[in-house]
T-cell receptor, first 112, second 115 residues
């Protein structure tokens, strides 16, 4: 079973601060995705990274896939209250195109 | 363009009962995956349906079964409910063989409480 561990589990910060969320595994993933989930809703895809070392930016969010494709990070610059939510990383195991393994999530709260 | 729709949104059952959850995929999608999300946890893969067949299954007992209809909609059935089955059940649709590279579109989920 391929596991994804996310840290921290909970994060509460003030508006304007920067933060980084980590997603780690001992297994290699063919790709890794980040989702955000708000209360009462399903997860919504933020980004997909495929190549080891890849960096993608989405406005104030920066995503990186580790060189060995075993880990990833999400960095948010100047966090805003609208960034509040559950951030989930999800990996597609090598050789399987049919299922995603999700991390346990990071609950981010940005206080105004 | 309707997204993924799930029903019911909330339901309460007692131990030993059976439950059926329903999902209609996003227009144009023919692959449906089901996930279980316990409180404070990430979603866990239950199984995936494509062309009316179960294509892959996660680590869930046989009490969990499913079906896909010719119009691509899907059902998740859980028999002999246990307290530990209380969770948010998420349906996600996608194009075939794009999981991990393409986007999974999730419904809002069905919140099951087992008493």
């Amino acid at each position: 079973t391929q596991l994804l561990e996310q840290s921290p589990q909970f994060l509460s910060i003030q508006e304007g601060e920067n933060l980084t969320v980590y997603c780690n595994s001992s297994s290699v993933f063919s790709s890794l995705q980040w989702y955000r989930q708000e209360p009462g809703e399903g997860p919504v895809l933020l980004v997909t990274v495929v190549t080891g070392g890849e960096v993608k930016k989405l406005k104030r969010l920066t995503f990186q896939f580790g060189d060995a494709r075993k880990d990833s990070s999400l960095h948010i610059t100047a966090a805003q209250p609208g960034d509040t939510g559950l951030y989930l990383c999800a990996g597609a195991p090598s050789g399987s195109a049919r299922q995603l393994t999700f991390g346990s999530g990071t609950q981010l709260t940005v206080l105004p | 363009d309707a997204g993924v729709t799930q029903s019911p949104t909330h339901l309460i059952k007692t131990r030993g009962q059976q439950v059926t959850l329903r999902c209609s995929p996003k227009s144009g999608h023919d692959t449906v995956s089901w996930y279980q999300q316990a409180l404070g946890q990430g979603p866990q893969f239950i199984f995936q349906y494509y062309e009316e067949e179960e294509r892959q299954r996660g680590n869930f007992p046989d009490r969990f079964s499913g079906h896909q209809f010719p119009n691509y909609s899907s059902e998740l059935n859980v028999n002999a409910l246990l307290l530990g089955d209380s969770a948010l059940y998420l349906c996600a649709s996608s194009l075939p063989n794009t999981v991990g590279t393409g986007e999974l579109f999730f419904g809002e989920g069905s919140r099951l409480t087992v008493l």
